[in-house]
């Protein structure tokens, strides 16, 4: 689930920012040029709400590196505004996922985007082929 969430996020974010922006699942070391997103699930967790249903609380980091020209703060807050509308709702196979818990935060010239996808998750047991017919013979003592 996280992965398909991550994919999403990507098209997303490429809808909306265009091909111009740089979009990265994985570190890209130091050959990176701004401006790009890096993606990450940050925190993920399972907890159960009945008996075949859990709910999956995923938080997810998306760190916006600004281009160099001067207005990188300025560029950060701009993409941060356009960042909380786009980022409300995905598309995740087929079915809408609403963005919760979204902050933003500067860090050494980076933007830090958090934002929670928290889906509900149904595990379907195993089915367990059932005995179509049985025999027995007995006989009493005495």
């Known amino acids: 689930m996280i992965n398909r969430i991550m994919e999403a996020i990507g098209t997303v974010l490429n809808a909306e920012f265009g091909d111009g922006y740089?979009?990265?699942r994985e570190e890209a070391g130091q050959e990176f040029q701004g401006p790009c997103?890096?993606?990450a699930c940050t925190y993920s967790s399972n907890k159960q709400f009945s008996e075949k249903r859990y709910l999956r609380e995923n938080?997810?980091?998306i760190?916006?590196?600004p281009g160099i020209g001067g207005k990188e703060r300025e560029e950060c807050y701009?993409?941060?505004?356009?960042?909380?509308s786009c980022l409300e709702w995905l598309t995740v196979d087929g079915d809408f996922v609403m963005g919760t818990r979204m902050?933003?935060?500067m860090t050494d010239g980076v933007?830090?985007?958090f934002v929670n996808y928290d889906v509900y998750v149904y595990k379907m047991s195993e089915t367990v082929?059932?005995?179509e017919e049985i025999s027995a013979e007995t006989a009493v003592k005495g």
Do not use: H, S
């Open 63 to 65: 760190r916006y590196f």
């Open 37 to 39: 997103f890096f993606t």
């Open 59 to 61: 938080q997810f980091c």
């Open 78 to 84: 701009g993409a941060a505004e356009r960042l909380f």
């Open 22 to 24: 740089k979009i990265y």
């Open 111 to 113: 933007l830090l985007f």
């Open 129 to 131: 082929p059932v005995m």
């Open 103 to 105: 902050r933003c935060e």
